[in-house]
């Protein structure tokens, strides 16, 4: 099986906390990784060092065989969805521009209509951004990370503030990727049933790796799970 | 208003150099707005200030010292900002206090110049030479080509620049040039409106595109004729008056502004 991501003993010291602590695991091409932790479990702080906004950590990330301190070439077959993209209200750019920002190859007009059918949100292509719900934008934000075809998806726990409905279908299409496209998915979420239901793979965050491997021999061992309940509360009790 | 004022030369010159800064000032003061860096141009032609006071002292034509004042102070503050996290006000307000001090401090060597001075802080677009004209029209041509070939990786930086970078676009880089162009397009525009009005080019057209366009492309054309509209009528207007075309310009920006507000909110506008 192609591995696509390998994170070898990845060290992040702030200066006033160590964010990530030695941790390693592997992705391999077609997984659905769902990552879990609590707040401050390291998340983002993965996410940022995997996506090159972060270097000064310790260890080493590496996108199909290669270090990503070495090249950029790998971001071309990202595809990422922010936690909560954060942009002006009134910034007069429409669906159809912000898909446009993604889309590398400027004269694949096509591609452009195909990705906002694909997401349902064609009918929305003249609108502002700023004036759809947080559920549409988060759609337009898919369609953006997808327009370029790429062979990774990373969401940062991308439907915080979102309504229940427009979550349900958000989870829908995220299998389809997966399953259907045979997009690779990493996806950081605090919701653990969400994770059970569609990942494959589970990768247990906090701080250090506590659990990493196929989602149904983690759900299903309650001892583990319960374990691993119990060591994040006391986590985030002790930095609280 | 007599057709007789087409006829001269100097308003040929004075309305095809005004028209160009009128597109030059709304498509980059368009990045400035939404970057939230609406005073940037105002900082800038301040620091210029310093730049044409330098020039009248040692006998260099003001405007050369200016452009090489203004860039290079505007992509300093630009490092000192990044690199010692300084908000984008507080670094605007350093940029524009130490231009005119500067300015002020060389005009109080000189023992002052203070009619040389007076034409560029108020503008005197009818006295453009063919000279003038000629660099105004290439600068303008440069930078909006230099816009035109990277508009996606500068238009995406300024909607986000986190998931820009994540796109593998330069954003440092972009912000780096986005200044320099914008240094650049303020002390060609000191002509027009002057050193205290600058400003309102960057902003003003802006402000009330924004309120009808849709989408960005849609925004910039609605920003860059409500802009040339007020410099061509400003420009006519000031002359069969005799008033300042600076002022007269810069009025007319305000009125299409608070003309679009009042259609704002008589509920006449709708962008669905």
């Known amino acids: 099986m192609l591995k696509v991501v390998e994170i070898n003993n990845l060290t992040v010291q702030y200066p006033d906390v160590k964010a990530l602590d030695d941790v390693s695991f592997v992705i391999n091409q077609g997984d659905f990784l769902g990552i879990i932790g609590p707040n401050g479990a390291g998340k983002s702080t993965l996410f940022d060092s995997m996506l090159g906004l972060y270097t000064k950590y310790k260890g080493t990330i590496k996108f199909f065989g290669e270090d990503i301190k070495k090249s950029k070439n790998y971001l071309k077959e990202i595809g990422y969805v922010p936690q909560k993209p954060i942009f002006e209200k009134n910034f007069p750019v429409t669906v159809n521009d912000v898909v446009r920002m993604g889309l590398r190859n400027e004269s694949d007009e096509n591609r452009i209509d195909e990705i906002l059918q694909q997401l349902w949100i064609h009918e929305l292509r003249n609108r502002r951004i700023g004036e759809l719900s947080g559920g549409q934008q988060q759609r337009v934000f898919i369609a953006k990370a997808l327009v370029n075809n790429p062979k990774i998806l990373i969401l940062d726990e991308p439907v915080t503030g979102i309504d229940q409905q427009s979550i349900e279908l958000f989870y829908s299409i995220l299998r389809e990727l997966n399953s259907k496209q045979k997009i690779t998915i990493v996806w950081s979420s605090h919701d653990l049933d969400a994770v059970n239901q569609l990942a494959n793979h589970v990768a247990c965050l906090n701080r250090t790796l506590f659990f990493h491997g196929e989602s149904k021999k983690f759900f299903s061992d309650d001892k583990l799970v319960k374990q691993y309940s119990e060591a994040s509360m006391q986590e985030h009790m002790h930095r609280h | ?272």
């Open chain 2, 1 to 272: 208003m007599s057709l007789e004022i087409l006829t001269y030369s100097f308003m040929h010159r004075a309305l095809i150099s005004g028209i160009a800064i009128a597109i030059l000032c709304s498509v980059i003061g368009l990045f400035l707005v939404l970057r939230r860096y609406s005073l940037f141009g105002d900082a800038i032609a301040h620091s210029s200030f310093g730049g044409i006071a330098l020039g009248l002292l040692v006998g260099v034509y003001p405007l050369w010292t200016a452009y090489g004042v203004s860039i290079v102070s505007a992509l300093i503050i630009t490092k000192i900002k990044d690199r010692y996290n300084i908000s984008g006000d507080a670094s605007i307000a350093v940029l524009l206090s130490s231009g005119i001090a500067i300015g002020l401090v060389i005009i109080g060597f000189s023992g002052g110049f203070t009619i040389d001075i007076f034409s560029f802080l108020f503008g005197s677009i009818l006295l453009v030479s063919v000279d003038d004209t000629i660099l105004i029209l290439s600068l303008t041509g440069a930078i909006l080509i230099v816009i035109l070939l990277l508009y996606r990786q500068i238009l995406y930086s300024t909607f986000n620049e986190e998931q820009a970078k994540v796109s593998g676009i330069p954003v440092e880089k972009i912000n780096y040039l986005i200044v320099f162009m914008a240094g650049i397009t303020v002390v060609t525009s000191i002509q027009l409106v002057g050193v205290l009005l600058i400003s309102a080019l960057f902003v003003i057209p802006n402000v009330t595109a924004i309120m009808y366009g849709k989408g960005f492309k849609q925004t910039a054309i609605i920003s860059m004729s409500f802009s040339v509209f007020s410099v061509v009528v400003g420009i006519l207007i000031s002359y069969v008056f005799d008033i300042t075309p600076a002022g007269t310009i810069v009025l007319l920006s305000i009125g299409l502004l608070a003309g679009t507000m009042i259609i704002k909110s008589a509920g006449l506008l709708s962008k669905n």
